[in-house]
């Protein structure tokens, strides 16, 4: 009998491991956790995601539904945008996305102060939210969103942006460069609703510091804060992007500078904080000297030598050394630098490096939030190389209605 006992535990011990290793297998793309209305954090279960090598709380059925929508958006955006969607998931509630309406945008942004810190990633995004907040009425936006035009995306695109500005928004002759406004100078409400973008478009040398963009955010008191600042800090060292010091010590020490906008969010009174996922990146798209690049770094990091370096990332490396000889305020190590060289490119390997760090730093965060809900904005899985131009390969100015609602519906879900 003891023998017995003995081998069925050794089978239901098997059983157990070999749920678990399949349980690892299940692929998410979402991490959230979520306080309650008394203050306390709700309990967390994590799950690994091996795609992304993070681990990702997963809470509801809305979880599992929203990596299922993005992926249903992503396959087919020009007929799938504007229609509605339900996920119907085995053993699981049904889950019902509605679609982008003048309903939706005030259930999400309704009597809200929302804040994005960004590169012109976010930027663009903003400026399409202002357009469709500013320029329609509410029947207006429904005229259009919820036309049953065969025209889908396309059509609605072209109603909401006949010239195909990329800088459409901003009404009544409002700036097109906005960052460094004060809360005082925010643009005017849409039914209360204040939307504001804070941050630096264009060239890698720009300004490292944040001061001035979190100086503004305690000033304004957000309800909603967006974060996403990653591309700027990605390079092709040596190959047509150079990086500052200040640059790289962001990325390496990427965890705390998170933990720096936790803590704000945790004063400032934020009740919702999304860390948005940097843009995909679109390698085939590049041209000319970032074409070559992306091949370089990419060829350099299946080409390793024995001592863990080759040419390019060597040359990188060494670019590196010279310029924090020069500034000793720094405290990077050789294996950090390394990394950084290696997997830090401005291509799609290194936007994935920076989004799974995300992830990753969400999932460790899990129910340690005071008060604030910290979650992940994923835009970067809608996204592909049919919506960017050539020579662009990292903005997606059609598919921003596309984004505009699942960051809607991620606000309504989330937000209490």
Not at 293 to 313: F, H, L, P, V
Not at 374 to 401: E, K, P, V
Request: hydrophobic share 40%; net charge neutral.
């Amino acid at each position: 009998m003891n023998n017995f006992l003995h081998r069925a535990c050794q089978v239901l011990a098997l059983a157990l491991l070999l749920t678990i290793c399949t349980l690892s297998n299940n692929v998410f793309f979402y991490a959230w956790s979520r306080t309650s209305t008394n203050g306390e954090q709700g309990q967390t279960t994590v799950i690994v995601d091996t795609t992304r090598g993070a681990a990702a709380p997963m809470t509801s059925a809305f979880d599992v539904a929203l990596k299922e929508f993005t992926q249903v958006l992503h396959k087919n955006p020009q007929d799938t945008a504007l229609l509605p969607w339900t996920s119907y998931l085995p053993d699981r509630e049904e889950v019902h996305f509605p679609v982008l309406s003048s309903a939706l945008i005030q259930a999400a942004f309704g009597n809200k102060k929302v804040a994005f810190v960004g590169d012109s990633t976010s930027y663009y995004l903003v400026r399409w939210m202002q357009a469709l907040m500013l320029n329609f009425t509410a029947q207006e936006q429904n005229a259009i969103l919820l036309s049953n035009s065969s025209g889908g995306l396309q059509e609605a695109n072209r109603r909401i942006n006949p010239s195909s500005d990329v800088n459409v928004g901003w009404a009544n002759g409002s700036p097109t460069i906005i960052q460094g406004k004060t809360a005082a100078d925010s643009t005017r409400a849409f039914r209360d609703t204040y939307i504001q973008w804070e941050g630096r478009r264009g060239g890698i040398m720009k300004s490292c510091s944040y001061d001035a963009e979190w100086r503004h955010i305690r000033l304004q008191k957000p309800h909603v804060l967006v974060v996403q600042v990653g591309l700027h800090w990605l390079h092709f060292e040596k190959a047509g992007r150079d990086a500052s010091s200040c640059y790289m010590n962001h990325v390496v020490h990427y965890e705390e500078w998170l933990r720096g906008i936790v803590t704000l969010a945790e004063q400032v009174g934020i009740r919702l904080l999304l860390l948005k996922t940097t843009n995909f990146v679109c390698d085939q798209n590049y041209e000319g000297a970032y074409r070559r690049a992306a091949k370089d770094y990419g060829k350099a990091r299946q080409e390793m030598k024995e001592d863990g370096t080759n040419n390019i990332i060597q040359q990188c490396i060494q670019s590196f050394q010279v310029k924090l000889s020069n500034d000793s305020k720094y405290n990077i190590t050789a294996p950090q630098l390394y990394r950084y060289c290696r997997d830090a490119t401005f291509d799609e390997h290194g936007a994935q490096h920076l989004n799974q760090r995300t992830f990753d730093f969400v999932a460790k965060k899990g129910n340690e939030g005071k008060n604030v809900t910290i979650a992940i904005f994923n835009d970067h899985d809608l996204q592909s190389c049919d919506y960017t131009a050539i020579g662009d390969g990292r903005h997606y100015h059609d598919l921003n209605l596309i984004r505009i609602r699942l960051l809607a519906i991620v606000i309504k879900e989330l937000f209490h």
